[in-house]
């Protein structure tokens, strides 16, 4: 089972910050890695696919990085409107797993 | 426009059964793969099970195997998940998601096995 530890849990932020969101996985899971984000009461967004791909639709200051078993989730000039649970998923091999989640929260 | 609603959750004592159903919309349902996922209260997010686009191939974690079954009906458009002899680490917030990918979300119910 490829486990993922996902830092931080926790993250504070001023709008107009650039935040970074860890992903690491226990083993190589090449670019199979993918991010959303959930508020709550809400159904979870897709943001990030293939570890690098912005999906559709999702502003362009969100990205991604990374291959194997390193993978960052970055928000450029972070919003108020960014407040908001994320958390990424590997589907390179079953059990899929989730990393813990991160939450960020906007000053 | 992708639409993903899961029903069926509730308050069921340990021991119990419960089946979740998730209706789909907006998309050829019977050309996609689907999952469950669930989240316990103040934890992160587990995945349950997936199930191919005819049904020919189901994986399980290992925490619900022998106890949950996926199926869905392409003709209704709709996923299911029967949950047999529940727990209450079974306690958590259902969703269910397009794709391998999870390229689409649902927004949840909540199953709450207790006594």
């Known amino acids: 089972e490829t486990t993922l530890t996902q830092s931080p849990a926790f993250m504070s932020a001023t709008p107009g910050d650039k935040v970074n969101i860890s992903c690491k996985a226990s083993?190589?899971?090449?670019?199979?890695m993918n991010w959303y984000q959930q508020k709550p009461g809400e159904a979870a967004i897709f943001i990030i696919q293939e570890a690098t791909t912005l999906v559709p639709g999702i502003p362009p200051r969100f990205s991604g990085s990374g291959y194997g078993t390193d993978f960052t989730l970055t928000i450029n000039n972070i919003e108020s409107e960014d407040a908001a649970y994320y958390f990424c998923?590997?589907?390179?091999?079953?059990?899929?797993?989730f990393g813990g989640g991160t939450k960020v929260e906007i000053k | 426009e992708v639409q993903l609603v899961e029903s069926g959750g509730g308050l069921v004592k340990p021991g119990g059964s419960l089946r979740l159903s998730c209706a789909a919309s907006g998309f050829t349902f019977s050309s996609y793969s689907m999952n469950w996922v669930r989240q316990a209260p103040g934890k992160g997010l587990e995945w349950v099970s997936s199930i191919s686009s005819s049904s020919s191939y189901i994986y399980y974690a290992d925490s619900v195997k022998g106890r949950f079954t996926i199926s869905r009906d392409n003709a209704k458009n709709s996923l299911y998940l029967q949950m047999n002899s529940l727990r209450a680490e079974d306690t958590a917030v259902y969703y269910c998601?397009?794709?391998?990918?999870?390229?689409?979300w649902g927004q949840g119910t909540l199953v709450t096995v207790s006594s």
């Open positions: 998601a397009r794709e391998t990918a999870h390229d689409y």
């Open positions: 998923l590997q589907h390179d091999n079953f059990p899929l797993t």
């Open positions: 083993q190589d899971i090449d670019d199979d």
